[in-house]
Every structure is written in C-alpha cells, then in structure tokens.
C-alpha cells in the first residue's frame, strides 16, 4: 500500500513536471507469476494446456484453435484489424496479445471474465468464434488417442470435464511471461540496451506525452478503462465496458492494453483502425476527437517529428520481436 502511494506520488510528479532524467522514472521489473491455490501448476497441466491451446479440435469442425487468432510470431495476436472466427465470420474486436495474461486483473477489451480458466470457455462456445458444445467437446476428447492420458496425468482422474480443460488452458497461457526487452536489460544494468532515442523517448513517455497515466506498472496498463476519443468508432459503434458495467460513463471505454511486444501486435486498438504505431502516436499528438466521456488526460500533446520518432523507438524497445517464446517461460 505505501509502495503504491508512493507509486502515485511519483506518477502524479511525472504528471506536473516533465521528467528530465531516466533515473526519476520508476522502473519496476515484471514480478514473478503465482498461480491460484485451487489451480496450481504442473508441467504435465501446461503441457495439456499448451496441446488443447493449438488444437482446432476445440471448435465445432475442427477447424479452427485459440492459436488461430493468438499466434506466437505475433506476440499471440494475428495481425488482423478484426479477427476470423469459425465459417469465416468477422468479429467486432482486434485479437488481444495474451502475453502476460496471467497478470491481467480481468481478461477481455472490456473486463468481462474474471479468470484466465472463466475466459477459456468463452470463445470455444461463442458461435462466431469456435461454435463448439461443451458436451460434444468432451465426448471428442475422450476418444482421442492422447487426451485421456495427458488429462489423468493432470489430474490424477480419468474425468475430462470443461473445468478441467480450462484449468489446463490457463496453466499454459499463464507460463508466457515477457521481461527481456531492451527496456529491461537497460533497467537491470546494461545500459547500451537502448538508444539513446529510445531514452529520449521513455521520458517523453513519462512526461510531456503523457502516457504513462494509463500505462503504468511493470505491464504498462493500470488494469482501468477509458474512452481515448477515437477517430473510427463512434460510442455507438462498440460500448466497451458499459455493456459489462452498464454505466454511462464506461460507453466506448476499453481495458488499458499493455504495452509488451507492441511491435508484433499490429493493427492497433480494439477496432484494429489505427495500423502502425505512427498513427497511434500521431492520433494520441492531436488527442483524439470530442466524444462524450472521453478521458481529460487525452488532450493534443504537441510533438516535434523527432520526439514523435524518439517515442516510437521507446516502444520498439518493450518488444522481443517475436522472441518471446519460448524463451520467456519464467522458472516455476
Ligand atoms: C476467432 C478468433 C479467436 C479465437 C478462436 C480465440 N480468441 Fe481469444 N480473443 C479474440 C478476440 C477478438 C479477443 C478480444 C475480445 C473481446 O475483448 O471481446 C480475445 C481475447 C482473449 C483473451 C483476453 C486477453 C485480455 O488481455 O483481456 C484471452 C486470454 C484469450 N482471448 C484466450 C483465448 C483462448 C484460450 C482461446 C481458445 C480457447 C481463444 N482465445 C480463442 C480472438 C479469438
Ligand atoms: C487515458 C489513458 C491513456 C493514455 C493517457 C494513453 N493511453 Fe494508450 N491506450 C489507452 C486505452 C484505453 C487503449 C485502448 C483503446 C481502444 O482499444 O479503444 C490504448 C491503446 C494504446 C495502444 C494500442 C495497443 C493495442 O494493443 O492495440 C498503444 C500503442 C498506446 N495506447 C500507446 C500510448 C502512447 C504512446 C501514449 C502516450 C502518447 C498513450 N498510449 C496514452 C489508454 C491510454
């Protein structure tokens, strides 16, 4: 708790005055995973967990798996402005990166599963995502060669229940951990990790740009929702948390995404309208447009085009370039 004060305190500090050296920027490393009492891990659970994540068997014609719109090679994204789901349906929302996931307080653009092993069920039944029953599932996964095996080794039981699956999926995303960006070898000691473009921008980041408002903490997201005035999407268009909350003042807010491995994840924002990070940067310069209950702290920022390039390098600097797995499973 008074770590946090003093988080804010200094976070507020960076708000007031812009920060003219690195060292005033808070660095905090990525903590270690934990994983909950009533689903710890196992190897032979993330090893279930890592198999039924790349298996189309999930969906209702086997045809398409998590891995469909969550790929490795792009830090678990797939590149597309709305994702593909099952017959070729076109979802409303851009596939968010699951690195990291495991830390993530709710999961969804607008929080609404409370769990990774709530959220593993969702798009398995979802009919325009993988349009798969439960029960048929677990008949299929019974007859499967491999399946009983792997499950009764997870859980010293020979039942396959949706629980049980879900367990296992989240066992697996919660081993896909990121920390070794240049941004972190730069903190941890090596400091040629970085440009010094890149430095430039990390203070532009924390200071006269703003960003780290919303993009806090070892993750970079405070875990909150806003409406940052978006050009594409009128309020209308997707209402964000207010379909979780019900409250006006959610319409058209999202989950802060963090920042790891922001290269690999284009296109950019829920909708996917914005492609590159120069027009992400080029939309938070301007401050977005009017739109009722959009966030006081999306205002115009005013960057020269070399600062607008020093913020760029900073984030190329908190990606791994697809590296990330898996090298980055944290030791158990
Ligand atoms: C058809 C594409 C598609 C498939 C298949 C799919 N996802 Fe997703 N996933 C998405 C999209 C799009 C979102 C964001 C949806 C939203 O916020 O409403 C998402 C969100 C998530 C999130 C939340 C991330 C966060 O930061 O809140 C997790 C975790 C996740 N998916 C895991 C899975 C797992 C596990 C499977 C397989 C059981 C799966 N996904 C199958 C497209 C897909
Ligand atoms: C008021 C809080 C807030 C501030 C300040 C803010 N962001 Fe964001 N950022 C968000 C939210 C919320 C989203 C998701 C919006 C959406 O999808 O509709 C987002 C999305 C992004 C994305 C896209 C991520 C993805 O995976 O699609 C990037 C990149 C980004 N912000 C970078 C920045 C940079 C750089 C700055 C400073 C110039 C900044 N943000 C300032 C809240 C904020």
């Not at 920060?19 to 993330?46: G, H, L, M, Q, R």
């Not at 890149?198 to 970079?220: D, V």
């Not at 913020?311 to 499973?329: H, R, S, V």
Request: charged share 25%.
């Amino acid at each position: 708790m008074i770590l946090r004060i003093f988080t804010l305190i200094i976070s507020l500090n960076c708000l007031i005055a812009p920060v003219n050296n690195a060292e005033a920027i808070i660095f905090e490393p990525i903590p270690e995973i934990t994983y909950p009492d009533n689903n710890p891990w196992s190897k032979a659970k993330e090893d279930l967990g890592r198999k039924l994540f790349f298996d189309p068997i999930l969906s209702g014609d086997n045809s398409v798996s998590c891995s469909s719109c969550h790929l490795p090679e792009k830090s678990w994204t797939d590149g597309l402005p709305q994702s593909v789901g099952i017959r070729k349906q076109v979802l409303t929302r851009n596939s968010p990166s699951i690195l990291n996931a495991g830390f993530q307080k709710t999961l969804f653009l607008d929080g609404r599963a409370k769990s990774l092993e709530e959220q593993a069920l969702m798009p398995i039944q979802d009919k325009s995502e993988m349009d798969q029953s439960l029960g048929e599932l677990m008949e299929e996964l019974e007859s499967h060669p491999d399946y009983r095996a792997m499950f009764e080794s997870a859980f010293s039981s020979l039942k396959i229940t949706p629980e049980r699956l879900a367990m296992a999926i989240a066992t697996f995303e919660r081993t896909l951990v990121t920390g070794n960006t240049a941004y972190d070898l730069y903190w941890r000691g090596d400091k040629n990790a970085m440009s010094s473009a890149a430095i430039r921008g990390m203070r532009l980041f924390s200071g006269k740009a703003k960003c780290s408002i919303c993009h806090s903490g070892p993750f970079f997201t405070d875990h909150q929702f806003h409406n940052i005035g978006l050009t594409g999407s009128e309020n209308e268009g997707d209402e964000g948390r207010k379909k979780v909350t019900k409250e006006a003042f959610h319409d058209g807010s999202f989950k802060t995404p963090g920042l790891r491995g922001i290269v690999s994840t284009a296109p950019y924002m829920h909708d996917g309208s914005l492609s590159t990070l120069k027009e992400v940067i080029e939309f938070y310069d301007l401050g977005g447009v009017a739109r009722k209950g959009k966030s006081p702290f999306i205002s115009p920022i005013g960057m020269s085009g070399n600062e607008k390039n020093d913020l760029l390098e900073f984030l190329k600097a908190l990606d791994e370039n697809g590296e990330a797995y898996p090298l980055l499973t944290q030791e158990k």
